[in-house]
């Protein structure tokens, strides 16, 4: 029983530690966006929400990665999960906010995110070394 637990204990910690540095690696991206829009007046804003759907994919490509190279194992899970809950987040927030609503592009956003969490959760499985945190 205890193997059961140490297992979902480290499935948590893993996906904790993929959403939160998904979570920075936007956010450091869009500070890096919003300063590049400050001191750039040629840059169209009408691409601004696809813009933002690429900082988006790096950085859930970079968490799920994280993730499932930390688990080794379970891939796939891992990589849905961590995209899953960057994708509830930036809803969540965008709501709170009340500058987002529910568009055509949503669905889409959610099916190219979850794509990506996957692909880069099995990538990262898929890894000769492992990273090891205990």
Known sequence: MS???SEKHQMLK???IGVLSSVVIIAILMCILSVIFLFSSSLPSQYLEYILLV????????G???AAR?????GLIVGLTVSGIVFAAIII???????????YFTPVRAVILL???ALAGIKGVNRK??????
Do not use: H, M, N, P
Not at 55 to 62: K, M, N, R, Y
Not at 93 to 103: K, Q, V
Not at 129 to 134: A, D, N, S, V, W
């Open 55 to 62: 900082l988006e994919i790096v950085g859930v490509l970079c």
């Open 64 to 66: 799920a990665y994280i």
């Open 14 to 16: 893993s996906i904790l």
């Open 3 to 5: 193997k059961y637990f």
């Open 70 to 74: 930390i688990l080794k194992q379970q």
């Open 129 to 134: 070394e492992k990273i090891r945190i205990k």
């Open 115 to 117: 794509l990506c969490g």
């Open 93 to 103: 927030a965008g709501f709170s906010i009340g500058t987002d609503s529910i568009t």
